[in-house]
């Protein structure tokens, strides 16, 4: 069976390659806007379905994966920043606080689809102007979902999490793997 991941993101490859040693890549160019009031739980998934379904209607015969992760606080989604201005301020909210990382994550098989939220949530460490700033100067921040990325210099910015490591980053592989069983039990 042939396997695409419709992802751009460097994480999910590598993350990826951990249960599938080859796999083609595919990015799905689709608007990865969130609808207005929508709940945060939902909206990583819907995006992830979307994702799917618009590389699965030019490959029908192949497995595609496609996940969207966003970081939720007080009810509110914060995607990837605009700019370095943007990153400091997500940061600044952030700092000292509990937030939740959601991946959403559609696989589909030919008509078959199954989709999941997986959630982790992560403490921050309070977080000094100076530190904001570093770590905004290295364009870490700039491609990630509340401008930080907990496996590389963003993590000293982490207390503590509560929940799979491989969410935050991207993709939760062990859920994704279980998940993969079912559907393919579906489509026998
Ligand atoms: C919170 C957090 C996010 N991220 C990344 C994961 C995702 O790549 C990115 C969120 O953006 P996404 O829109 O989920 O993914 P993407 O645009 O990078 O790739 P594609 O849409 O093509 O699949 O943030 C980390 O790498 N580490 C972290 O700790």
């Known amino acids: 069976m042939d396997i695409i991941l419709a992802s751009a993101s460097p994480r999910r490859r590598e993350l990826l390659a951990l249960l599938y040693p080859d ?3 595919i990015p ?3 608007d990865e806007s969130v609808p207005e009031g929508a709940p945060a739980e939902t909206v990583g998934e819907l995006t992830a379905r979307r994702k799917t379904a618009h590389v699965a209607t030019q490959h029908p015969g192949s497995l595609v994966i496609g996940a ?8 509110e989604v914060l995607g990837k920043p605009r700019d370095a201005a943007e990153a400091a301020l997500m940061l600044r909210r952030l700092s000292g606080r509990e937030h939740r990382v959601y991946t959403g994550v559609s696989l589909r098989l030919g008509a078959r689809e199954r989709s ?5 949530r992560v403490w921050f460490y309070p977080l000094s102007e100076r530190e904001i700033e570093d770590y905004v100067a290295t364009g870490d921040p700039l491609d990630k979902a509340g401008s930080y990325g907990i496996q590389g210099p963003g993590c000293i ?7 799979d490591f491989f969410n935050v980053m991207g993709l939760p592989v062990a859920r994704l793997r279980r998940e993969l069983g079912l559907l393919l039990d579906e489509s026998r």
């Open 157 to 163: 910015l982490v207390e503590r999490i509560d929940g």
């Open 116 to 120: 999941f939220t997986q959630c982790t």
């Open 68 to 75: 969207d992760t966003i970081v939720e606080i007080d009810g």
């Open 28 to 30: 799905a160019d689709i």
């Open 23 to 25: 796999y083609a890549v």
